[in-house]
């Protein structure tokens, strides 16, 4: 039998204590943290802001989206800097930087390292980005965000913009005043989320996407609804395990 004393004891029970320490912080790197659920959003009215970004602790290497409560705009964080669209008309919105934003449902997660590979030319719209993504990422552990960036050769973005007062219980009630803007060949970054168990929750109920895209002049920021990616430029980011 082999005896231990009291010292030896305490060093093994340190390394244990250490190790799993080290597992659970290894396990919540690039950890999507989702507030609010979009369903409550469109079906419930449940318009109002659930978290304020201002409240978000760690800001470093932070990304994020969702929409502005009452659905009166768009927000997107790229690496700690936070931006929040609104519409001005329908040609034209305004886009500033700011942490103070509410939002009724959000997405986020802080991210430090990155995997870079080219997109290939084959994937050039949404559900082709999805079908891939869901391919290329089986063993990285899900939900994830990622980014990318490159020319877009057309896209269409959208920023809410519900009248004040409304009342809300279906997708198409959310969506009143809403207004579309076109992105035509433009240098573009774009931050993603991709999950196939969050339908409803934080995608609509027919993908695992939930993307916003803003041009890297700051001048046009919202929610992607359909893409051209321009072959040979675009670059896909997903986090570094």
């Known amino acids: ?3 231990l004393n009291f010292k030896t004891i305490l060093l093994c029970l340190t390394i244990l204590t250490l190790t799993n320490c080290t597992t659970k912080a ?4 690039n950890e999507v943290k989702i507030v609010g659920e979009m369903k409550k959003v469109m079906l419930n009215g449940q318009l109002y802001g659930n978290i304020n970004l201002d409240t978000i602790a760690n800001k470093t ?7 502005v409560e009452y ?17 001005t008309s329908d040609s034209t919105m305004k886009v500033e930087e700011t942490y103070d934003i509410k939002a009724p449902f959000f997405g986020y997660a802080n991210i430090s390292k990155w995997t870079e590979q080219a997109l290939p030319d ?10 891939y993504l869901d391919d290329v990422t089986k063993n990285l552990s899900r939900p994830y965000m990622f980014k ?9 973005i959208h920023i809410v913009n519900l009248p004040k007062g409304s009342n809300v219980s279906s997708p198409e009630e959310a969506h009143k005043g809403q207004v579309n803007y076109q992105v035509n060949n433009e240098q573009s970054e774009l931050i993603g989320f991709f999950s196939t168990e969050h339908k409803a929750i934080f995608t609509h109920h027919d993908t695992y996407l939930h993307m916003h895209l803003m041009t890297t002049d700051q001048q046009k920021m919202g929610h992607l609804d359909e893409v051209l990616f321009k072959k040979g430029t675009m670059k896909l980011f997903l986090p570094a395990e």
Request: no cysteine; hydrophobic share 40%; net charge neutral.
């Open 1 to 3: 039998m082999i005896k």
């Open 26 to 29: 290894k396990h919540s790197t």
């Open 61 to 67: 290497n932070l990304y994020g989206l969702g929409p």
């Open 71 to 87: 659905l009166a705009g768009e927000i997107l964080i790229i690496d700690g800097k936070s931006y929040k669209s609104t519409v």
């Open 122 to 131: 084959s994937i050039q719209t949404i559900k082709q980005l999805e079908i």
């Open 148 to 156: 990318m960036d490159g020319i877009v050769e057309h896209a269409t």
